[in-house]
């Protein structure tokens, strides 16, 4: 068994769509809650976002997970990368102290099927306590895999109704 440290997951996915197309859903708070796969995403307050530090309120369940009785609660999701239908990343900020500065965030990358996404979540830099508190990760990669699957059908549902 090895002794490395995974601080990071990737998964990616090829979506029969433009970059635009996902980007658009990747962009809108509704979209975030829509395309969850873990559940603990319940609604969203705020508008698209369209740059780095722009923020939404993301109103969770943690029972979802059955991990930690924290019940309802909301969380901001603040922008950290943002290339305009290329890359968009985002870091949690919450009630808990210290911050924890995980990241999530998507790659698009054209290619002839349509579009190869990848989505990645990072815990790489956050706090030491964090890291110490031996939590990570909290979404699984089957978590990661089966949200770009809802994200397929999410973007080809919205292509067919405006069509």
């Known amino acids: 068994m090895s002794d ?12 029969k769509a433009d970059p635009a197309a996902i980007f658009r859903v ?11 796969s873990s559940g603990m995403l319940q609604s969203s307050t705020g ?3 369209t740059g780095v530090g722009d923020t939404f309120v993301v109103h969770m369940d943690r029972e979802a997970l059955n991990d930690y009785p924290l019940g309802l609660y909301d969380v901001t999701v603040s922008i950290k990368t943002f290339e305009q239908d290329r890359e968009i990343a985002w870091t949690i900020l919450g009630q808990i102290k210290p911050q924890i500065g995980h990241v999530y965030g998507y790659r698009l990358e054209p290619v002839d099927e349509g579009t190869l996404v990848t989505s990645y979540y990072d815990w790489s830099e956050i706090e030491q306590s964090w890291k110490d508190a031996n939590v990570f990760p ?24 405006s069509s």
């Open 138 to 161: 909290i979404i699984p990669e089957s978590a990661l895999r089966a949200t770009l699957g809802i994200l397929d059908r999410t973007v080809s549902r919205e292509a067919r109704a």
């Open 26 to 36: 990747l962009c809108d708070p509704e979209g975030h809650v829509t395309i969850d």
């Open 4 to 15: 490395d440290v995974i601080e990071r997951m990737e998964v990616q996915r090829t979506i």
């Open 47 to 49: 508008e698209p976002v």
